[in-house]
């Protein structure tokens, strides 16, 4: 659903999360392991050496603890992940996100396989992969737990969760500098969907992933969409909004956008019905890159910069 990737989870993100670091607490890098998910129990006995990564998250805080990842799951783009901390090699990008193949991952030989942001992954899978290794997951559904709760189980199975926790601190900091520097952001509004076809998803669910990072700048969805009855018919926690009601998204400070493809790009930005928003005309409103929609669909740790990057000139213009 993000702009030609994510087909079949697009704008994600739904469910309730809890903002309480992981379950079975143990010494920090102590093995065995035993970290609970939504298919079971999964227990690692030793430090991983030979690591499999089924999600960008998954790829994003194991590359930057510094596990020796030997097969991972080819980005959308087509081109590595824009924020990863250490370059790898091209040929680790070999698992289609779309079609997991189990053979080709077994043939890795991995200790342990991190799917907690793959969104294909159900119990057949979980359980063939688990005859592989042991497999490290979500522990209720996708895209529903905090993306500091994410990183510090990753950092549990690779054992490195002070590795990870600095991970979060400082991608928390990173949060905490733009509301300093951006003091009149706090109770500003915003509004986060697609054009695709006839149709404007909307992201406005309470629970999704994206509602809650965009809170934890100050941000909220505007009053008239709070309330609105969200479903899971054009993705998880969206509304979908037509172009002859497109005034509405008028009643945000500040408008993100991402498309199913170029032409519906260009159909939004030339629209009559949208080209001449307010929020659009007085520069409020930002089409977003792949990789950050990616990011702001399910955030991780370590692509926080790159996000406040994206994000920052245009909410700068409403709470500097």
Do not use: W
Not at 31 to 57: D, H, S, W
Not at 76 to 98: F, H, M, N, Q, W
């Amino acid at each position: 659903m993000l702009p030609i990737v994510l087909a079949g989870a697009l704008l994600a993100g739904c469910g309730t999360a809890s903002q309480e670091a992981p379950q079975q607490a143990a010494p920090a890098g102590a093995f065995p392991v035993t970290i609970k998910n939504a298919y079971g129990e999964t227990v690692i006995k030793q430090k991983p050496q030979r690591v499999v990564a089924l999600g960008l998250g998954d790829i994003a805080v194991a590359n930057a603890l510094g596990a020796n990842i030997v097969g991972a799951v080819k980005n959308y783009t087509g081109k590595p992940l824009p924020y990863l901390r250490t370059k790898l090699d091209e040929a680790v990008y070999a698992v289609d996100p779309d079609a997991l193949n189990i053979e080709k991952i077994a043939a890795y030989r991995p200790d342990v396989i991190l799917a907690l942001t793959c969104y294909g992954l159900d119990q057949a899978e979980y359980n063939a992969l688990s005859r592989i290794a042991p497999v490290v997951t979500y522990e209720k559904e996708l895209y529903a737990s905090p993306m500091d709760q994410d990183a510090l189980t990753i950092g549990r199975a690779l054992g490195d969760e002070a590795g990870a926790r600095k991970l979060v601190d400082d991608a928390n900091a990173s949060i905490a500098k733009v509301k300093s520097e951006l003091p009149r952001l706090a109770g500003k509004t915003y509004l986060y969907g697609q054009a695709r076809g006839e149709i404007l998803p909307l992201v406005v669910g309470k629970d999704n992933m994206s509602t809650k990072f965009m809170a934890s700048l100050g941000l909220k969805v505007p009053d008239a969409f709070a309330g609105a009855q969200t479903s899971s018919e054009l993705a998880p926690g969206t509304i979908g909004l037509s172009y002859e009601n497109a005034d509405q998204l008028d009643t945000a400070d500040a408008l993100f956008m991402t498309f199913a493809g170029p032409d519906d790009q260009t159909k939004f930005e030339s629209n009559p019905l949208t080209r001449d928003l307010r929020v659009i005309k007085e520069g409020r409103y930002h089409p977003m890159s792949i990789e950050a929609a990616q990011l702001l669909q399910a955030p991780d740790v370590v692509g926080v910069d790159y996000l406040l990057g994206e994000l920052k000139p245009t909410l700068a213009k409403i709470g500097a």
